[in-house]
């Protein structure tokens, strides 16, 4: 039998509910196991808790619990939200399983056999929140360097695993597997930490009553991250017949405090020591940041799943599934390999209205309405859409653009160039017109750009399945081909809508998001009553139109080239436009300029915009900056534009 393709997320610790940041490892996984499946391997996908510890034992006692009763329920949590979210694992493992104690004690049986195991007195730095010993060097003021936490001075016998031994044998594993550590600040990290010179780590404490018992020796319990490691080898069987099936691991996926120290030494190092194979990558992220701080549970900053999908309910209407999915795209767009990235429910907003209601959404709606009205909603012949379109080209760079970033562990790329592809699809109808083709009766050029649209969407459909499976199934529903089953094959064969496919009717499928509707309710909230006799009274003296230097300098003008540019249904002065403001992909602008200029005659011009202005939703399409104009003596818009015709998009106006 082959060998499954096997990935997995670190098992998440049960000291508090799941947030956004522990789902999005598991969302990173999910994609990716998702996109193998579409290529038809055969895979595997672990996920599941932490649940030893003392500060385990300790808050079920604070909660009046025993530490299995507290760890049953929370574990359960994860169970939960991975479902909601969507995440087809496998296994969901957890460490109080017998399975996972009985391979524990065997890898702690055979590393003491070897010597790698031995006992010894430790006395150092220790951080309870963390459990992990600390170095001189990593920590300061009393502190951990790395996370803040409090660190105190402990004295204690316990049994060492020599990992003194495994620095030089580390090191050339990972120079003669250059990709086995991604991404390369990662890689630099890890051969930075273990050229300062590794040292034997205690890999048990003493037993108070919650933990696995070392072999031989009641008194101790397994170090919690001996045994938390231990889980990836438990899942596949080791060492029962039959292992190698899943082992080694392709991948094991982990945020980046529990990279360097623990999955990218300590584990490849206790491999080493059995004479087993490591596994093909370790991949690290950065952190949810949340107003600058790590999003962490203890801190009470980020946000459960089920939240923040109840707010996008909330503030758009979307289905369930769709909101989920919408979260799904926003935590793999946005989230960092190589550094951190700031959540935030504005970016949410603007990459759900941006890229998934008005890029996507306008995209399908564009295509289904005009296909409705034009041709019954029939899909047209597909031999008149030429295989030298470039969009046929666009397509297959897309694909092979998806595949490279899922193979790199990339989710953010993969969905990067899934934009651009839809995006070019939506200035493809715009320069094709075929509201104008069919004032000149042309319906073969009509016929010809639809199918290329939709074709285009089918593509979509395959290539964004990874990440927004229930969006991506939707689409299919609308296009008339959700009996296919979608294959990955799929997405790099142009042609495979039939002509004579019945489409149904086009229905929003991510409705827009009322971003200012959100941001006026958090105010609100936000905003603390004053009583009548605190409030500050006006002083009329005052010209309150006045700003000061430091207020203007908040104000980013920046040179912008439009790039599409169509009217705005059931609005006689806007434009919806996308520009080129010289961030690498276009941005959505409302303009109410309609009176003064036609659509057909903008695109090609420079204009100046108000780049950071907050997003605006103005009749049901999200502005992202404001186009800047004069008024003449008819009251009429006038543009301002750069005297230098080739200033280059994005350039700053001071």
Do not use: C
């Not at 969901?92 to 996972?100: A, G, L, V």
């Not at 009509?446 to 990874?466: C, F, M, N, T």
């Amino acid at each position: 039998m082959s060998k499954s393709f096997y990935v997995t997320t670190p098992i998440y610790y049960v000291n508090g509910v799941p947030h956004v940041g522990s789902a999005t490892t598991t969302l990173i996984v999910d994609a990716v196991i998702r996109y193998h499946k579409l290529r038809g391997e055969k895979t595997y996908f672990l996920t599941g808790t932490d649940e030893h510890a003392q500060k385990v034992a300790d808050a079920a006692a604070k909660a009046g619990k025993t530490p299995q009763e507290f760890v049953d329920d929370i574990s359960q949590r994860f169970v939960e939200a991975w479902k909601r979210l969507g995440a087809e694992y496998d296994r969901f493992i957890r460490t109080s399983e017998p399975q996972h104690k009985a391979t524990t004690a065997e890898v702690f049986r055979r590393l003491q056999a070897t010597g790698d195991i031995y006992q010894g007195t430790y006395e150092g730095w220790y951080s309870v929140a963390d459990e992990t010993f600390l170095r001189d060097s990593e920590v300061e003021d009393g502190k951990s360097k790395e996370t803040g936490a409090k660190v105190e001075r402990v004295t204690e016998i316990n049994y060492y695993f020599r990992l003194s031994a495994y620095g030089d044998r580390l090191l050339a594993h990972i120079e003669a597997n250059p990709d086995f550590l991604i991404p390369d600040t990662r890689r630099n990290e890890v051969i930075a930490f273990i050229k300062e010179g590794l040292r034997d780590v205690p890999v048990s404490r003493r037993n108070t009553g919650w933990g696995i018992p070392v072999p031989g020796d009641d008194s101790q319990v397994v170090y919690v991250w001996f045994d938390a490691l231990i889980n990836y080898l438990t899942a596949s069987g080791w060492p029962s017949d039959g292992w190698e099936q899943l082992w080694p691991a392709d991948a094991h996926l982990v945020g980046k405090e529990i990279y360097t120290r623990f999955h990218a030494t300590l584990w490849p190092a206790m491999l080493m020591g059995l004479g087993l194979p490591l596994p093909g990558h370790v991949v690290g992220h950065g952190w949810w940041l949340v107003g600058g701080e790590k999003g962490s549970k203890s801190k009470g900053n980020i946000p459960a799943p089920q939240d923040v999908i109840d707010r996008i309910v909330k503030y758009s209407g979307a289905p369930v599934d769709m909101a989920t999915d919408a979260l799904r795209y926003y935590l793999l767009r946005d989230i960092s390999f190589t550094g951190d990235a700031e959540f935030g429910f504005g970016q949410l907003a603007v990459r759900y209205n941006g890229e998934l209601a008005n890029n996507l959404g306008n995209l399908l709606n564009r295509a289904l309405n005009m296909l409705h009205q034009y041709s019954a909603g029939i899909v047209p012949d597909r031999a008149a859409a030429t295989a030298s379109s470039e969009i046929v080209a666009a397509a297959l760079h897309a694909t092979a653009a998806v595949e490279s970033a899922l193979d790199g562990y990339n989710p953010g790329a993969a969905l990067e160039a899934i934009a651009k592809f839809v995006a070019a699809n939506n200035k493809a109808i715009d320069t094709a017109a075929p509201w104008k083709r069919a004032k000149e009766g042309n319906q073969e050029a009509i016929d010809q750009a639809l199918y290329i649209a939709l074709e285009a969407l089918r593509v979509v459909s395959v290539l964004s399945a990874p990440f927004i499976p229930k969006a991506a199934d939707e689409i299919r529903r609308q296009l008339g081909i959700s009996a296919q089953p979608i294959r990955w094959s799929d997405a790099s064969t142009w042609g495979l809508l039939a002509a004579g496919t019945q489409t149904l009717t086009a229905s929003p499928v991510f409705p827009r998001y009322d971003a200012k509707k959100a941001a006026a309710d958090e105010a609100a909230e936000a905003a603390p009553e004053k009583p009548a006799a605190q409030q500050v009274k006006k002083d009329t003296a005052i010209d309150t139109n006045l700003i000061s230097i430091d207020d203007f300098a908040k104000v980013q003008l920046r040179i912008a080239e439009i790039k599409t540019a169509e009217r705005v249904e059931g609005a006689k002065k806007l434009l919806r436009l996308t520009v080129d403001a010289g961030e690498g992909e276009p941005r959505q602008l409302v303009a109410g300029i309609a009176e003064s200029y036609a659509p057909e005659d903008l695109p090609g011009r420079k204009v100046v915009i108000v780049a950071n202005l907050q997003p605006a939703t103005i009749r049901g399409v999200v502005s992202n900056g404001m186009i800047v104009a004069a008024t003449d003596a008819d009251g009429k818009a006038v543009l301002l534009a750069p005297d230098k015709p080739d200033l280059a998009p994005g350039s700053k106006i001071r």
